[in-house]
């Protein structure tokens, strides 16, 4: 079955960029049908769609974050990435990635990687 | 932007009672609905997507029900496990978004 891992620095200083990557285990990234996704948890909140890759680097990004928000797929490794750039303390949050399966039209998350907390303070 | 209202906020329930859970949307969405379950420290579990189909592995006592702007997830009889935030997630949009959660606690 399909495992997603995240991992990165768990603490990022405000004004630089957060760089995540989410290991793909069990299943090929290059699999058609897949939007492979962040979303965050601000602590104790709800949570947030960040955005979403296909295998062929078409990007979809919640508008909100547009402005700083990359997401990358490197299928050779079976890796996907985020970058958020320009960081401030709001950005503090547990980051997830998980696997968007579009179906009839509606977009599902699963499975979710364990999340990664990122903490931004100097 | 399509939000996404659950009520009630936090809900206290007792081993083997029948609970049912709201979300509401602020516009029509069809069925493109689904639910998570998230226990403390734990990433959210798909439980139900396009608003009625259960996912695999997921018990029968979770179901769900709905269409257009109201969306319900009912859990037949409640084990201690199913004691966890429930989020509804619609997909009609574009911009995929999330109900604020309803803590489930036990009475």
């Known amino acids: 079955q399909v495992q997603l891992q995240e991992s990165g620095p768990g603490l990022v200083k405000p004004s630089q960029t957060l760089s995540l990557t989410c290991t793909v285990s069990g299943g090929s990234i290059s699999s058609g049908g897949y939007y492979w996704s962040w979303i965050r948890q601000h602590p104790g909140k709800g949570l947030e769609w960040i955005g979403y890759?296909?295998?062929?680097?078409?990007?979809y990004y919640n508008p909100s974050l547009k402005s700083r928000v990359t997401i990358s797929v490197d299928t050779s490794k079976n890796q996907f990435s985020l970058k958020l750039s320009s960081v401030t303390a709001a950005d503090t949050a547990v980051y997830y990635c998980?696997?968007?399966?579009?179906?009839?039209?509606?977009?599902?998350?699963?499975?979710w990687g364990q999340g990664t907390l990122v903490t931004v303070s100097s | 932007d399509i939000q996404m209202t659950q009520s009630p906020s936090s809900l206290s329930a007792s081993v083997g009672d029948r609970v049912t859970i709201t979300c509401r949307a602020s516009q029509s969405i069809s069925s493109y609905l689904n639910w998570y379950q998230q226990k403390p420290g734990k990433a959210p579990k798909l439980l139900i997507y396009?608003?009625?189909s259960l996912q695999s592995g997921v018990p029968s006592r979770f179901s769900g029900s709905g269409s257009g702007t109201d969306f319900t997830l009912t859990i037949s009889s409640l084990q201690p496990e199913d004691f966890a935030t429930y989020y509804c997630q619609q997909s009609y949009s574009t911009l995929p978004s999330f109900g604020q959660g309803t803590k489930l606690e036990i009475k």
């Open positions: 998980a696997r968007g399966i579009a179906a009839a039209a509606n977009t599902r998350f699963d499975p």
């Open positions: 396009a608003a009625s």
């Open positions: 890759i296909y295998y062929s680097g078409s990007t």
